[in-house]
């Protein structure tokens, strides 16, 4: 069943595509700013535009982890086209900058195009703070700025109506009530050491954590158990390879499952945003409306608009004591 059938209508305009289809290289991208750089996780993100294109635009740019399947005795990151230049040495110590031939130095690039204000700020460097988010703050703040927002969900009904992205669904079921589609995360590069996949539930009306009770147990079984034998299908991974989370807050408001490596220490695996699937299908085993009562903790941004709304009700303080 469509979306539209179900009454559910998309009030943003479609989005223009020229860009994405066209573009070869990154010589018309103007550099307005650095938004954010992670020297820990090897991330850049930048705000800019591109010539003759309306609108701003987020370029994420992210040195790719190392494969094994890559590193052998005859690999060609032992080779003489690769060139060292040596910075020192000390008796046995040598500390030297390695340029790779250009097929093993690639870069995996992200670009947001156009970008909003949201966009804008999700990749932005900022404070942070946590919210030890009770039911009654779900209610009176959260829930009406998620109301509010209208966040754009088009890019996710695309997945659902294979109007997008329906060549890389790993596992797809159609079942209206327990059915999801699986797709590769935008942050994976491919290589099974970052590994990295989302599945999406088919059901609309499903927001978070927040909206599950045991009604939803076999949705959440069924994403489970067919997420880990798609997973173990194509990659050779055993479900004790998978770290198979929830979000909270999440980063859109559809329900979804992320199947990560174990390995693989993705953004978002922190305690006070990661929710473990087995862990959460135990909690509603245990009590039935388990996440309507419980105090769920999450991080707040300081510009994130609702960031304020926290300050005036004496939940959070600013750092700067204004």
Partial sequence: MSLESQGIQSKKPKLNLNLHENIKDLSEFKLGSVLQ??????????????QSKEGEAVVILEKTAFSVDDLTSDSKFFCEKNQLEKIFHNDVYGDYKYFPIQELNSIKATIIHPATEKHIAKYSSQTFYIIEETPDIYFEIVLPHITDQKFDLQWVYNILEHKSESDRILVEDTDPNNGFVMVPDLKWNG???????????????????????????????????????????????????LRIYFHYQPSFYHLHVHFTYLRHEAPGILTERAHLLTTVINNIELLSDYYQRSTIPFVVRENDKWFDKFVEKGIVKRRNGI
Wanted: hydrophobic share 35%; charged share 30%.
């Fill in 37 to 50: 750089n992670s020297t820990n996780r090897k991330v850049v993100c930048l705000r800019g535009s591109f």
């Fill in 191 to 241: 290589e099974i050491d970052t590994l990295y996949f989302l599945a999406i539930i088919k059901k609309i009306n499903i927001k978070s954590i927040r909206d599950l009770t045991s009604d939803h147990l076999p949705l959440l079984k069924n994403i489970r158990d067919k997420g880990i034998a798609a997973i173990k299908n194509k990659y050779g991974l055993e479900s004790s390879d």
